[in-house]
């Protein structure tokens, strides 16, 4: 099977599942996920403080509908489990329709799609329709019931580390807390799965590790549990959005200028000159976390559609239509591409940070200059010496020096041959 269509298949079997920021849902998917790569799944408590937050109650759910006065179910959660509100507290009962409305969701705009909505931190519950079959709805006794349990239970993630040479890491993440939505959190979630089994079998100079997370909760317990990792962390993604047809967005990190911006910015110019690049703002995914003041990390996020800048957006019409094998297939295919451009990218360390080293003395710095590839070269020298502070490979000097790579090898050569150079 192609990378295209198996990311696909894998999207198929999870879109049924009702996921949720806890509960049986996430442990299912995990489960599925499980049989691509050995994933470890971890479960917080109830109640545990995480920073500023607390780990909420669990829930699960198992049945709800709306009936009509003959009996009818006009809304049934079997069927579509966008339906009932994300965290609905369980009700059973006889309402008429001006008390019902207090508890129906609709998107007027997209008057045929069901919107998403969740009430996570209110205790509230409701039920999620069509504008077309809210506004249809006859002035009648309806029976709604939502079978569902919330009460103290854990927060479920998955994780999952590759191993490779150096314990400095790559971070790749993206949230499993959306019930049936592709594109948002569905294709992630394959694309992650299907990255880490294929990096699994691979010789990595880097260690890789993934999460699988309730977006927000998710990724604050996570950053609270794991505060001795962070510091490993030298490159990261948050992915999501990747299965639809649009052109490619990325998110920078907050610092704007880290290793992991440069490559995704370099691959993407150069393979799809028409991809967006954002400044980052503190909204949209897991980035915000990460990315928060205390850890400012270098990790930035990768979609093709925008976060929320999309019809289809958290609504019934984010299914299995919305996206395809192709644009899974390349989305992927560019994080390839990434991995290697981070696994083979060359980083020299001076040592000699303190100020310029004297070139002079060394034979390095020409007396007599004038002609332009001499000038060339001595800035080459300048511009390694500045950059190479473990944090920019030849690449990314070549690319912000504007000197062709054939100068910047040379001149790294003369500086490794001077002691004033080392690899990394
Ligand atoms: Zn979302």
Redesign the pocket.
């Given at each position: 099977m192609n990378s295209g269509d198996e990311l696909y298949s894998l999207i198929n079997r999870l879109y049924p599942i009702c996921r949720s920021i806890t509960g049986d849902g996430v442990r299912e998917s995990l489960q599925i996920i499980g049989e691509y790569i050995p994933i470890q799944v971890h479960e917080v408590k109830s109640g545990t403080k995480v920073f500023d937050w607390t780990v909420p109650e669990e829930w699960n759910i198992y049945d709800a509908f709306i009936k009509n006065s003959r009996g009818d179910k006009i809304i049934d959660f079997k069927e579509l489990n966008l339906h009932v509100l994300n965290y609905s507290i369980p009700v059973d009962e006889k309402i008429g329709l001006e008390k019902l409305k207090e508890h129906l969701f609709t998107d007027p705009q997209h008057p045929e799609w069901v919107p998403y909505r969740t009430s996570y931190h209110n205790k509230n519950w409701g039920f999620c329709m069509s504008h077309n079959q809210f506004t249809g709805l006859n002035d009648e006794v309806y029976e709604v019931k939502i079978d569902s349990v919330l009460k103290p239970g854990s927060l479920t993630y998955g994780e999952y580390l590759i191993k490779g040479k150096t314990d400095l890491e790559v971070l790749f993440t993206c949230h499993i807390c959306?019930p049936s939505l592709c594109d948002?959190?569905l294709s992630g979630i394959s694309i992650a799965a299907r990255l880490a089994r294929e990096l699994s079998n691979m010789k990595l100079k880097y260690s890789y590790r993934f999460l699988f997370i309730p977006g927000t909760i998710g990724s604050i317990t996570w950053l609270s549990l794991n505060q001795d990792k962070v510091n490993n962390i030298r490159y990261g993604l948050v992915l999501t959005l990747l299965g639809d047809e649009s052109k490619f967005h990325y998110k920078k990190s907050r610092r704007g200028n880290s290793e992991i911006d440069r490559i995704v910015i370099r691959l993407l110019k150069d393979k799809y000159p028409d991809s967006e690049f954002i400044e980052f703002y503190p909204y949209g995914y897991d980035e915000r976390q990460f990315c928060s003041p205390a850890f400012n990390l270098p990790v930035g996020r990768l979609s093709r559609s925008n976060h929320g800048e999309f019809p289809e957006y958290?609504t019934s019409a984010d299914n299995l239509a919305f996206i395809a094998p192709k644009y899974l297939s390349e989305s992927y295919e560019l994080l390839l591409a990434i991995v290697d451009e981070i696994e083979s990218g060359e980083k020299y360390l001076s040592l000699n940070p303190e100020c310029e080293p004297q070139l002079g003395k060394r034979g390095l710095f020409k007396k007599i200059g004038g002609q332009s590839e001499t000038k060339d070269f001595q800035m080459a020298l300048l511009w390694i010496l500045n950059l190479s502070d473990g944090e920019h490979s030849l690449k990314d000097i070549s690319e912000q020096s504007c000197l062709g790579s054939s100068i910047i090898y040379a001149a790294k050569d003369a500086l490794v041959d001077a002691g004033l150079l080392i690899k990394m």
């Open positions: 959306h948002d959190n958290h």
